[in-house]
């Protein structure tokens, strides 16, 4: 793999779409997809301090995915459950620090506890930050923020840097970079407030044939992007 490009997307968020096609595809099961895409997340990781990335998140669970048919919550839910289990330990080594972002509320206790052992167990670790957005709706989070300066007794007008502050993760840095796989091209309630400035990569790739070399390949594009917020260049 080649050393990082400048500039680099520190902060690279993945809408990992494709599953249920990759295994329709195959005549398999859903939910085979969703582990296939356990691998490629994997394969994600391993890849990402690399290229220079420091953040990585990923939509693991929406709150609209809580419409699917029950088999694959429920699936779902065992998926993330021997994640952690079996992947903390590798997940240390390699110095990777776990945050979930989204609301615990709904979770099952057990899959609860089980996040927050993860992070606690991996919150001395400092390569990569990898961040499951699980339980996660943008809107949601930005209704739970102004919700928690309400129950505050804020009065009057808020400022963005209120909301800010009572986001999940008020101290993760913005996406860089947002990546969607499978040829869809919406942002389907990720990251709300957060993702206003970031550059947009899409590509046809379902997400469990995602790899190392299609990360850089979006780093590239990344790199060859003028950024300008909104000013003149
Ligand atoms: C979208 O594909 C994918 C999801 C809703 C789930 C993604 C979850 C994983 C890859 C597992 C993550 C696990 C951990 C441990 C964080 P889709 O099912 O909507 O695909 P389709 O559009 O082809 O049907």
Known sequence: MNAPCTPVPFHVAIIMDGNGRWAKRRGLPRLL???????????????????????????????????????????????????????????????????????????????????????????????????????????????????????????????????RRHLYLPDLPDPDLIIRTSGEQRLSNFWAWQGTYSELYFTDTLWPDFDGECLERAVQHFADRERRYGALA
């Open 33 to 163: 997809g969703h582990r296939a895409g356990v691998h490629a997340l994997e394969r994600v990781v391993r890849a990402a301090p690399g290229l220079g990335i420091t953040h990585l998140s990923v939509y693991a669970f929406s709150t609209e995915n809580w419409q699917r048919p029950s088999t694959e919550i429920l699936g779902l839910m065992s998926i993330l459950r021997v994640y952690l289990k079996r992947k903390v330990r590798e997940l240390k080594e390699r110095d990777v620090r776990l945050l979930f972002c989204g609301t615990r509320a709904g979770l099952s206790p057990d899959v609860a506890d089980l996040m927050a052992w993860a992070e606690e167990e991996t919150s001395s670790n400092s390569l990569l930050t990898l961040i499951p957005c699980f339980n996660y709706g943008g809107r949601q989070e930005i209704l739970d923020a102004v919700n928690a300066l309400v129950a505050e007794g804020r009065s009057g007008p808020v400022d963005q840097e209120d909301i």
